[in-house]
């Protein structure tokens, strides 16, 4: 049985925020219990679609484009959005630094093409992404780059001692900050350790870690950092970027025109304009600035606290539910994922009937993780991931656990 749906692709107060409203004449109308936040967080602070709607109304042009007033506070409200981005993340040094991309996997693809040549090791994990999994692949065949895998468990956890030999003469760690399946957080200063150790350098996945869990990915170890704005950081989607440490200099991954001086046919040499080719998305920028000041006036340890007490309850809860397999670790750490496994039916059909009959909006499939998946044992089949946000309440949790206990009760199920 092939997994229904795949998809592509991780203490506010939530009371102030308004109810996601059902925009398919498939579903009830009302309240929309939102648990997919590690694919987006579609519910959003009324100041990020504000700044968005001010941005085009006020100002509309694109930084670095003219020397007129309105391309200049534009320029400004990208300074501002990179400053913001590395307060929530803790980057230090000169903001610049930040390049945006479209998302993470812009960002992954930016730092994984711009590092690797031929002859070059990367070692990646069973934990990681399709959007550094599928690179690598590429890299692989078109380049050929060594791609040396580290395992996984069910639990969450890596070996150090087999990290230490795959690290050996490799160019590159990649390092998912939390798994967007299991939730968990992976050991990045222990793997950074042992990288700079054998000369790698660290590129660190935070797309579903920045905004939802603490940390200071710079001072573990990670030389690179991939960010998505859409998710943790509240802005929105076609928004992202890669931070680089000082001496880390990825060649582009696209060229063309930045802005700057447009006689030469190479790319400038100085960041971010080195890899942000073509007119970016200003809006945008705008969003994830307002999205990162609201994560910085919240505070990223009150939103983990927040996310964190409802995922315990969820977990919890399902845990509890007969026919329900709870595939996430019981970690007090990482990020906002409870991943299940039904006994007698399909995720994707569990899925559409807490969707349609209960509100509850899920994500079922292989999260386009399917090593992650091979770890669990749902390669085959997929599973059901619930995903708690800023904006989640215990009503979202009570109403999810009510919907699975009623549609797993039901005497006609979907046998996978």
């Not at 100002?59 to 007033?69: E, Y």
């Amino acid at each position: 049985m092939r997994p229904a749906s795949t998809g592509s692709g991780s203490g506010g107060d939530a009371r102030a925020v308004t109810p996601c409203r059902d925009p398919l004449p498939t579903q009830k109308k009302g309240m929309r219990h939102y648990l997919d936040y590690a694919a987006t967080s579609a519910v959003r602070p009324s100041s990020v679609i504000d700044a968005m709607s001010a941005f085009l109304t006020d100002c509309g042009a694109t930084p670095g484009r003219g020397g007129h007033a309105r391309s200049i506070e534009a320029g400004r409200v990208a300074f501002r959005c990179r400053r913001a981005v590395a307060g929530v993340l803790g980057l230090p040094g000169d903001p610049g630094r930040i390049a945006f991309t479209m998302n993470a996997t812009h960002a992954l693809n930016t730092a994984l093409w711009g590092l690797l040549r031929s002859g070059d090791a990367v070692v990646v994990s069973q934990y990681d992404h399709n959007a550094v999994l599928r690179p690598a692949h590429y890299l692989a065949r078109e380049r050929g780059v060594e791609v040396r895998m580290l395992s996984g468990t069910p639990e969450g956890e890596v070996d150090l001692a087999e990290a230490e030999r795959l690290l050996e003469g490799a160019r590159l760690l990649v390092v998912n900050a939390a798994s967007n399946v299991l939730g968990v957080r992976l050991p990045l200063r222990e793997l950074a350790r042992r990288a700079h150790a054998a000369g790698a350098l660290v590129l660190l996945d935070a797309a579903q870690s920045a905004g939802h869990m603490p940390g200071r990915p710079a001072e573990d170890g990670a030389d690179l950092v991939a960010f998505t704005g859409h998710k943790g950081l509240l802005g929105p989607q076609g928004t992202g970027g890669l931070w680089m440490r000082v001496g880390v200099e990825p060649e582009p991954l696209l060229t063309g025109g930045t802005g700057g001086d447009s006689s030469v046919r190479d790319m400038p040499p100085d960041l971010p304009d080195r890899l942000e080719a073509g007119t970016g998305n200003a809006p945008g920028l705008a969003g994830l600035l307002a999205g990162c000041e609201f994560v910085l006036d919240k505070g990223v340890e009150e939103l983990h606290r927040h996310e964190m007490r409802l995922k315990a309850l969820l977990r919890e809860g399902l845990s509890r539910v007969g026919g329900v397999r709870v595939l996430s670790p019981a970690a007090p750490d990482g990020v906002g994922v409870v991943t299940v496994a039904c006994d007698d039916m399909d995720p994707g059909t569990l899925a559409t009937a807490l969707d349609r009959d209960h509100g509850v909006c899920t994500r079922p499939g292989l999260h386009c993780a399917p090593e992650a998946h091979r770890i669990m044992g749902t390669l085959e089949t997929g599973a059901l991931r619930f995903s708690v946000g800023w904006a989640s309440t215990e009503k979202d949790v009570e109403q999810a656990l009510r919907g699975v206990e009623e549609v797993l009760r039901r005497p006609t199920v979907a046998v996978g």
